[in-house]
């Protein structure tokens, strides 16, 4: 069993309509950063994880999520 961290990231950015350049400036981290966590190859600290998720006004559950695979 291999559980893997997904996340609807690209999906809040676009509601709010920020890019991940102003995401990244908000939370202290580069574009290259927010575009991994997006395409799913680098899981982001808890701190960095609640940072995103008070920027965009969501709560962390609601950005990442488990999955069995």
Avoid at 38 to 49: D, I, T
Avoid at 56 to 62: S, V
Wanted: without cysteine.
């Amino acid at each position: 069993m291999v559980i893997k961290l997904k996340n609807n990231l690209r999906v809040a950015r676009a509601e709010h309509n920020i890019s991940q350049e102003e995401l990244a400036n908000m939370v202290g981290a580069s574009r290259q950063t927010i575009l991994a966590i997006e395409n799913e190859r680098f899981n982001p600290s808890m701190k960095l994880g609640m940072l995103i998720a008070l920027a965009l006004n969501k709560k962390i559950e609601e950005l990442f999520y488990l999955v069995e695979e």
